[in-house]
């Protein structure tokens, strides 16, 4: 069974730092695509990092290139979304998610999700 579980999410001033973590488990990464997805209320879901298995870069939104950092540890089964010089507009709640390798970023491709966790940038 595929389980994906975010966490560290928060409250955080303007130009502050969070960094999330999405514990996995029921699949290998190597075989799928995973990312990280927003979503903010009246807002449609969006990608935020993508990669998929077979590549060793990620790909990001035009709005976080520069300030968000995909990782992951495969040991561990966990990937990471490093957050620095955050916005107001990065408001939302962030989802991580798994699909078929070929998924690029687009959410609708995703199959698996987690449950979520909130993330609110103060001004």
């Known amino acids: 069974e595929v389980q994906l579980v975010e966490s560290g999410g928060g409250l955080v001033q303007a130009g502050g730092s969070l960094r999330l973590s999405c514990a996995a488990s029921g699949f290998t990464f190597d075989d799928y695509a995973i990312g990280w997805f927003r979503q903010a209320p009246g807002k449609e879901r969006e990608g935020v990092s993508c990669?998929?298995?077979?590549?060793?870069?990620?790909i990001y939104a035009n709005s976080v290139k520069g300030r968000f950092t995909f990782s992951s540890d495969n040991a561990k089964n966990t990937v990471y979304l490093q957050m620095n010089s955050l916005k107001p507009e990065d408001t939302a709640v962030y989802y991580c998610a798994t699909g078929p390798s070929y998924a690029g970023c687009s959410w609708y491709q995703y199959d698996y999700w987690g449950q979520g966790t909130q993330v609110t940038v103060s001004s």
């Open positions: 990669i998929s298995g077979s590549d060793d870069s990620a």
